[in-house]
Structures are given as C-alpha cells and as structure tokens.
C-alpha cells in the first residue's frame, strides 16, 4: 500500500526564511512546527521537505551546510518523535527552470518514487504560490501559508487551504481526511 505524505517547503514553512540560509547555528524554528507535523504523524503522514537553493548556484550556499542544516532538522524534529522520509534541495539557479527545481515537480516526483507515495493522497504546504504550484503539478493537494504572497485574483488553480501557519494547516488536512 503506498503512503500518504506532507510535502514541506523549508524555508518561511518550517524554519524562518533568513534568506539564503548557510550557517547552521542560524536555525529557527517558526511556532508550532514539532507538535504540528507530531499530529500529522499520528495520523500516518509521512514527511518530505523539498527546498528551492538557488544560493548554491549564486555561490552564496554551501552544499555541505545544505546537508548539515537538515541534519540538525532531522534531529530536533527526532527529539519531538517526528521522523523526515526524505530532504530534497534544488541548487540549480532562478532563471535554469531546472525539472526540480519549484514551481516544476521534480522534487516530489522523485520523493513519492523513493517513498512509494500516493501523491494524490498527498499534500505539499509552502508559503510561496511556486510551492502552491509544484503540488498542483505533482497532483498533491495543497495549502498556502499566509503572509508573502496571496493566489492572484480569478486564479483557476490556488490552494485548496490558506492557513497561518503550519499548526492550521496540519488542522486543516486533519479535519479535511476521508
Ligand atoms: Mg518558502
């Protein structure tokens, strides 16, 4: 039976977006996080996070502290008893318009094959219309974190959820089962 799964957007979902992150003592955690993603595993979600990096092709971001960031993630995260299935960054530049890299669906596409995900079963929670975007793509449901951007006027494909943060969403996928 494949699994369902949240797909995470890192950076302004998870931890607080400072912006081409690469220090790894730099990690901060938006509110709620542990307890909401805690609640999604309870009710058998598994968790992949799909990050855009164009810093490491601006050569602002080093791919060795990429890794060691989400080390440091994946351990905190362990402390609160919730697991990550996967990490997956993007390197490639702005304007490559790389398949993995977002608004394109590389990154989940390639996660729900390593993970053998129902995508359709899945959702991906980002706070920019490019995460919005991938998911739709990829054929996820979708929520939108408020606060950077909102789906432009008459768009015919938005999120299916705006929330403000990732505890409402996490409420919101969970009512929304079934
Ligand atoms: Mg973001």
């Not at 509110?31 to 979600?45: I, S």
């Not at 919005?132 to 015919?156: D, F, I, N, Q």
């Amino acid at each position: 039976m494949k699994k369902k799964a949240v797909f995470l957007d890192r950076d302004g979902t998870v931890i607080i977006d400072k912006i081409y992150l690469n220090d790894p003592s730099q990690i901060d955690y938006l509110p709620g996080v542990f307890e909401a993603l805690r609640q999604l595993q309870e009710a058998g979600f598994i968790f992949v996070i799909v990050t855009n990096q164009s810093g490491v092709a601006r050569g602002i971001v080093q791919i060795e502290n990429i890794e060691k960031i989400h080390e440091i993630i994946s351990r905190d995260f362990a402390q609160h008893g919730v697991h990550f299935a996967g990490f997956y960054y993007a390197p490639y530049s702005v304007e490559s318009n790389h398949p993995m890299r977002k608004p394109n669906p590389g990154m989940l596409e390639a996660g729900a094959k390593e993970h053998g995900i129902d995508l359709s079963q899945s959702w991906m929670i980002g706070d920019r219309m490019t995460d919005v975007e991938a998911g739709l793509r990829a054929g996820t449901k979708t929520v939108l974190l408020a606060g950077h951007e909102v789906p432009p006027e008459g768009t015919p494909r938005g999120p299916d959820f705006i929330a403000h943060g990732l505890m409402e969403a996490a409420q919101w996928i969970l009512k929304s089962r079934g």
